[in-house]
């Protein structure tokens, strides 16, 4: 749940993950997979990756003052740090991922990168661009 929050925000994470596992149950028991987690996780991104287009196309369709969507919202204190919340809610899915399992999880690069499928050096990639999109924001 809080790897799903962190992608799409709390509101909409209990949503996703129900979504995700539904979908999986339904096309294979998780018994017969090598790494569940690492499966479900990778599922988690690739929905939140998708829902996040969804949302995109439908903010360009909306007039500019309707923008604000509800499930935007993260689980981070927004007086201590509004505009840090902004940058790390406005980085890409897979860049917040690797933020979140690296910081918040306390994982390795290698460690993520297995969780969510990936080679560990497009792991340490996606935590590369994403700190230093956070390092100009908190350089700024």
Not at 25 to 42: F, T
Request: aromatic residues 6%; glycine residues 4%.
């Amino acid at each position: 749940m809080r790897f799903a929050a962190s992608l799409v925000g709390p509101n909409d994470a209990g949503d996703l993950v129900s979504e995700v596992v539904v979908a999986t149950l339904e096309r294979r028991s998780l018994g017969s997979l090598d790494n569940p987690k690492a499966y479900l996780m990778q599922a988690l991104l690739n929905r939140a990756r998708s829902a996040h287009k969804r949302l995109d196309r439908e903010r360009q369709a909306l007039p500019r003052y309707a923008l604000v969507a509800a499930g935007d919202e993260p689980a981070v204190d927004h007086v201590v740090f509004p505009d840090l919340v902004s940058t790390v809610v406005g980085l890409p899915v897979q860049q917040r991922a690797a933020i979140y399992l690296v910081y918040w999880m306390d994982m390795t690069p290698t460690e993520g990168a297995r969780l969510l499928g990936v080679r560990p050096a497009t792991f340490r990639r996606y935590l590369h661009l994403a700190r230093k999109k956070l390092r100009r924001h908190i350089d700024a």
